[in-house]
């Protein structure tokens, strides 16, 4: 129980920066988003945040390239 309370809160907190630059990064439909649309994707990114940093940092290292 203790570890998804864990899990839980680092997606809390993942969330938030994800929701200001990295789904642009990831989607480039996702740049011009709207708040409301950064509230409906909150439930899925806090709980599949590690799938969504992993597409995070592969999409910033093929900005890189």
């Known amino acids: 129980m203790i570890a998804l309370a ?3 809160a ?3 907190v993942f969330t938030v920066p994800f929701a200001l630059k990295g789904a642009g ?3 480039p439909a996702a740049r011009g ?6 509230v409906l ?3 899925g990114v806090v709980a599949l945040w590690p799938l969504m ?3 995070w ?7 890189r390239s």
């Open 10 to 12: 680092v997606g809390v």
């Open 25 to 27: 990064a990831i989607d």
């Open 41 to 43: 994707t909150f439930p």
């Open 6 to 8: 864990i899990y839980a």
């Open 57 to 63: 940092m592969r999409a910033g290292a093929k900005g």
């Open 53 to 55: 940093l992993v597409k």
């Open 33 to 38: 988003a709207t708040w409301g649309f950064r």
